[in-house]
């Protein structure tokens, strides 16, 4: 099967530019995530959707983080305005359904520089 | 909320030799505990997982084991192979499936 495609593989903008992230799940996968992981951290979540719904958006920063999921497949992760700190690696990840627990499968990620 | 700590932060050893990483988890709901490899600009890749009704899972060299009653569960590798080179993680979730990473640990297999 096809695994999470992501683009782009690369970003470098300057800081208060807008900056957008595609993500495609494996086919038939209900949940999607978009996971931020900076340098020398673990991967932290920032959305969680359930088809087209938002389950955990928590953590988002929505002053300038935004993200859509509008035909319960493919999905944007949007940033405007960057700030130095969003420098970091977006990932993305589906998992077969929510609850239960189930392991993700991740994308290569989007890594974003902010200079 | 969900804090999982995971040790060492980084580990060397030398091919053959076997490897072990630690983590605790704060959350005593959690119930799926996955682990993760991931090699230098790739996104993480599941390799073995536990459920909380387990004790232990092995698959060829690499087992996990899970002891609720502390909070702790650990890797293992046996058998390490320079490619067994990467940084993993560990990983908690409850029934929301919301993963929560460790801070991951730097593997060094040295042939």
């Known amino acids: 099967e096809a695994g999470v495609a992501q683009s782009p593989r690369y970003k470098i903008i300057e800081k208060r530019q807008s900056v957008a992230f595609w993500c495609n799940p494996i086919s038939g996968h209900a949940t999607l995530y978009w996971y931020q992981q900076i340098l020398g951290q673990g991967p932290k979540l920032l959305i969680q959707?359930?088809?087209?719904?938002?389950?955990?958006d928590s953590q988002l920063p929505k002053d300038r983080f935004s993200a859509e999921r509008l035909k319960g497949v493919d999905s944007t992760l949007k940033i405007q305005p960057a700030k130095l700190e969003d420098s970091a690696v977006y990932l993305c990840?589906?998992?077969?359904?929510?609850?239960?627990?189930?392991?993700?499968?991740f994308g290569s990620g989007t890594r974003l520089t902010v200079v | 909320g969900e804090n999982v700590e995971q040790h060492p932060s980084t580990l060397s050893v030398q091919e053959g030799d076997s490897a072990v990483i630690k983590c605790t988890y704060s959350?005593?709901?959690?119930?799926?505990f996955p682990w993760y490899k991931q090699e230098l600009g790739k996104g993480p890749q599941l390799i073995i997982d536990?459920?909380?009704?387990?004790g232990e899972k092995k698959d060829q060299r690499i087992a996990v084991t899970l002891n609720k009653t502390a909070k702790h569960f650990s890797l293992h590798i046996t058998e390490t192979q320079p490619e067994d080179s990467a940084v993993y993680f560990c990983?908690?979730?409850?029934?929301?499936?919301?993963?929560?990473f460790g801070t991951g640990t730097r593997l060094q297999v040295f042939p």
């Open positions: 959707f359930q088809n087209n719904g938002v389950v955990d």
């Open positions: 536990i459920r909380s009704n387990v």
């Open positions: 959350d005593s709901a959690s119930n799926y």
């Open positions: 990983a908690a979730s409850g029934g929301t499936d919301k993963l929560i």
């Open positions: 990840a589906s998992s077969l359904r929510t609850g239960g627990g189930n392991g993700y499968t």
